[in-house]
């Protein structure tokens, strides 16, 4: 899959988290700013007193009764199998991490990273590989930053530009099933 063909996948799962947030009563802010040719997400300008000058910036700032939260929506088709623990792990980018964790610190607002599994079939290198189940779970999960800094599963430098640090399934809380998030999607993974 292409850098593009990504960007748009990953858009289209912004596109849906955001719905489904709407229909909370959340108001939505989208940053769109991208750097297609470096792959640069949507960068957040810090003031002259901050320790770096930006910072990489969640997708969407959540408006809801004088309340705001920064949500960094990621759509994934499957989770992951981590043999070692024998568990199901999701995770980002690394760097974005770090920078996550610094805009909460630095802004005072929550940071919340939901992941939307869309695919309850396991990748078949996991089930090769490692014996894994051969469904895995699927619905939009989600936890804020600062909890997730006190249950991480691992890290990797493996995958991903910077790395990538991962968690499990279930130190994340379901927040929708997929199909309340995707109302076409049917539970076997297909539209």
Not at 28 to 47: A, H, N, Q, W
Not at 65 to 72: H, I, L, N, R, T
Not at 129 to 157: F, N, Q
Request: charged share 25%.
């Amino acid at each position: 899959m292409t850098f593009t063909d990504q960007l748009a996948f990953g858009q289209i799962g912004e596109g849906y988290i955001a719905k489904w947030l709407r229909g909370r009563g959340w108001n939505i802010l989208p940053v769109y700013e991208k750097e297609i040719d470096t792959g640069k997400g949507p960068r957040l300008f810090m003031s002259e007193f901050s320790a770096r000058p930006e910072l990489i910036a969640p997708d969407l700032l959540a408006i809801k009764g004088g309340s705001f939260v920064w949500v960094e929506a990621k759509r994934k088709t499957r989770f992951s199998w981590y043999g070692k623990g024998k568990y199901w792990v999701t995770g980002i980018d690394h760097r974005h991490y770090v920078d996550y964790i610094q805009v909460q610190k630095e802004l005072g607002v929550d940071v919340w990273l939901m992941f939307l599994h869309t695919e309850n079939v396991t990748w078949q290198t996991d089930i090769d590989k490692w014996d894994a189940p051969k469904t895995c779970p699927v619905g939009l999960y989600g936890r804020t930053i600062e909890k997730l800094m006190l249950c991480t599963s691992h890290d990797s430098e493996k995958h991903g530009p910077t790395g990538m640090v991962y968690w499990r399934d279930t130190n994340l809380i379901k927040l929708a099933e997929l199909a309340d998030v995707i109302p076409s999607q049917r539970q076997d993974g297909q539209p």
